[in-house]
């Protein structure tokens, strides 16, 4: 008879149960998940076309359209982190050849240009140098001159922590003609957003930074024109799984039309989303921001006394959720993140892209905006600092 093969042991894998140590994740992200939202993941699974499950996902919508401040019905979460709220926007916002300008001052919008460019768009590449922000008149000078599809901006910059105002583009892009799309991955709920007041027509987020969930959901927002851009395309969208017209049927745009299978829901994820935004209604936006902006008003008085300085020259620009601090002359920035690691189980992260190297990040945000993981913060810098010789004891 024929032999049956013998299993392989060579690469045999883990056995035991998984430990995970307990550390404070307060770089750019992911925060600490609030223990409430890790344990509704830990709820049993429905099938994800079950009526429990489909007003599971009709309460993420709601609860998006308060934290996006929208009256839009066409809100969801996409499945993947913020990556994949970025490049489904893209995918379905524009069409190959259109025009889209990109605020690019950091690695968020470096990337949308190399995904707006996969989708076969024209790329403007518009740019301010890392630690600022891009003024009212520079944008209004590029809609003008170029009449794009597409205006991006990223409102919380998390490689620079510069904050993107967002006041008054709404209404030059619906004059030209213009979609506006904004990230918003490490700056929703930590700052002040009005998507409607500010004719935002296309929002999307990440679940792991102000909102206090693990990764792997991408909040998305899109107002009436660009829902009806995406309904005039002329074009397939390239992506499938990323296809609004096919996933938002799934979460319930096309009512009353039925609600079709797309993909299957991230079952677990969307637990942790809802129980993300009851957290956020119960809370409320008012006193959410309010808790971003005292954290990060006791972070900075803490840093100055050590003297340390932001990186970010503008008040105006300073992003409360990631703050970015210059690395003194002499000090080395590596040393002084791995002691806030090996001693205090504290995460500092260094810059990233344009940044690297130059400053550290301390990300303020959700579960892990609160004033005793700021004192954490400042004594593993105090410590550090002082190893490094640029404090005395
Ligand atoms: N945009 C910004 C501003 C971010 O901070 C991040 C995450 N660091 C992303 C997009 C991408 O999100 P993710 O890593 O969850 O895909």
Known sequence: GESTP?????????????EIPQRFLMGPGPANADPRILAAQSLPLLGHMHPPFLKIMDEVQQGLRYLFQTGSKYTLCASGTGHSGMEMAIANLL?????????NNGIWGTRVCDMAERFGAEVIN????????????ALTRAIEEHKPAVLFLCQGE????????????????RKNGTLLLVDTVCSLGGVPLYADEWQVDAIYSGSQKCLSAPPGAAPLMFGERAWAKLKNRKTKVRSYYL???LVGNYWGWDAPAPRAYH????????YAMREALAIVAEEGLDAMWARHEAVHKQLWEGLRSMGLEPFVEDPKDRLMTVNTIKVPEGVDWAAVCKNA???????IAGGLGP??????????????????????VLAAFRDGLVQQGFLTN
Request: net charge negative.
């Open 158 to 173: 998390s490689s620079t922590g510069v904050h993107q105002s967002l006041a008054g583009v709404g209404d030059v892009c």
């Open 243 to 245: 296809d609004l017209n």
């Open 126 to 137: 518009l740019q301010t140098p890392a630690g600022t922000s891009f003024s009212l008149e």
């Open 6 to 18: 013998a299993i392989s042991d060579a690469h045999r894998g883990p056995t035991g149960v998984l």
């Open 341 to 347: 690691m090996d001693k205090y189980s504290v995460e």
């Open 263 to 270: 993909h299957t829901g991230m079952t677990s994820m969307w």
């Open 355 to 376: 940044t690297a190297g130059k400053i550290w990040r301390v990300g303020l945000m959700g579960y892990n905006a609160r004033p005793a993981n700021v004192e954490l």
């Open 95 to 103: 069409e190959p050849g259109e025009k889209i300008v990109v605020g």
